[in-house]
């Protein structure tokens, strides 16, 4: 007997942040979430998809009155797709299909109830960029913002019926891999030009950073799939964000005169630094992570964005500026690897353009979708 208990209390809220902390407590590789990362997806006045959307969480019991899994469901105004669609995720299970299987049933009940047609999932109530995905390959210790699980998770969703929607890719390299002949035969090229040079961004000076990445990013991906154009004072409230974190050697401008035309943007993984934490973010824990971040080694920096404007693409300036950025960072820093965030298989421009970055494909998530109608024919993420 499996017992369903609504997540609505404070002791609730708690169990559903510890019970992943136990079943992981023996895999070297899980770090755990902060739990103000988690609570403010489900709290109505810090995340938007409640303006259009609803969400519940779920316990699940035994008869023994023990946690065996957990689940959010939810709908969004906001996730629109060929049929009504809704979505689960924060799912954690132990090994057994049954209780799996019970909890997907009960996610299937909710959405239908609600008018849905099919759910997706581990999914995020929200944005894509954190919680989307299940693990299928590359266990290792995973970034900020991204779900983990067990190998044997992929097995309950398969045979329950989920199909993948859509893979994630997640790129990589060593930052003290040889870099592409091409790379130097260009930073050779460009660096005679004159007009042509490459910066750090400066934590001192972030309108102006602000300002140059929202023209790159909107000339440069105005054309892509699902691109969208930024606005520049969400930009910087961005940057003021992560302030705390940049690290002035890692993310490179690259201007002609003064005209910005490409960008390298990176972030340390801030994961090797909560992972001390215990989920926690206290004023202990603050100032612990001050502590921590002075003195461990980050040996891990996330790739968030790339971008040329379009006069300035397929030139090799990419080369000039990732071969401008090496040098710096190799003498200048103690990352060892550097980790593209996942992008899906169903966009070839950036998979092409990530590839080109001399990257191989060291991690995989996967988007499942269930279709109630198990008569419809299931189709995939449609290519950008």
């Known amino acids: 007997m499996i017992i369903v208990e609504e997540v609505q209390n404070e002791n609730q809220k708690k169990k559903f942040l510890e019970f992943p902390a136990q079943l992981y407590r023996h895999d070297k590789n899980y ?3 902060r739990n103000q990362d988690i609570e403010e997806i489900f709290d109505p006045e810090k995340n938007k998809s409640f303006q259009n ?3 519940a969480r779920f316990l699940f ?3 023994e009155n023990e946690t065996v899994g957990k689940v959010a469901v939810f ?3 906001l ?3 060929k049929q009504p669609t809704g979505g689960m995720g924060f799912f954690d299970c132990i090994n057994d299909q049954g209780t799996a299987n019970f909890i997907f049933d009960h996610c299937k009940n909710w959405l239908r109830e609600r008018g849905m047609e099919a759910m997706d999932g581990p999914i995020n109530f929200g944005e894509r960029d954190k919680f989307w995905g299940l693990l299928i390959e590359g266990f290792t210790d995973p970034l900020f913002g991204m779900n983990y699980n067990f190998p044997y998770y992929k097995e309950l969703f398969e045979n329950y019926g989920f199909k993948i929607y859509f893979e994630q890719l997640c790129f990589s390299r060593p930052i003290f891999a040889e870099v592409s002949r091409i790379f130097t035969l260009m930073h050779t090229k460009h660096s005679t030009n004159p007009a042509i040079s ?4 400066k934590k001192n000076d972030l309108p102006k950073f602000a300002k140059d990445f929202t023209e790159i990013y909107n000339q440069a991906w105005a054309s892509h799939g699902e691109g969208k154009q930024l606005e520049e004072a969400k930009v910087l409230k961005m940057f003021k964000t992560m302030k705390p974190i940049i690290n002035e050697h ?4 690259v201007y002609e005169n003064e005209k910005p035309i490409a960008m390298w943007m990176n972030l340390p993984d801030v994961n090797q630094w909560f992972k001390y934490l215990n989920g926690k973010f206290g004023i202990v824990e603050k100032l612990k992570f001050l502590w921590i971040k002075q003195f461990k080694k980050n040996e891990k920096m996330v790739g968030l964005v790339f971008g040329v404007v379009p006069e300035w693409q397929k030139k090799g300036i990419d080369g000039y500026m990732i071969w401008e950025g090496t040098q710096h960072l190799r003498k200048h820093t103690d990352f060892k690897t550097t980790e593209l965030q996942w992008i899906g298989d169903f966009n070839p421009k950036m998979i092409k353009i990530a590839e080109s970055l001399d990257t191989t494909v060291t991690r995989k998530l996967a988007t499942y979708r ?6 419809k024919e299931f189709e995939r993420h449609p290519i950008l």
Request: charged letters at 25%.
């Open 198 to 201: 490459a910066r750090p961004m």
């Open 31 to 33: 770090i755990r979430p």
């Open 53 to 55: 959307g609803e969400c």
């Open 75 to 77: 709908i969004s105004g």
């Open 79 to 81: 996730y629109q797709q």
């Open 370 to 375: 269930y279709l109630f109608d198990r008569e």
């Open 61 to 63: 019991k035994n008869s």
């Open 250 to 253: 890692i993310s490179w401008f």
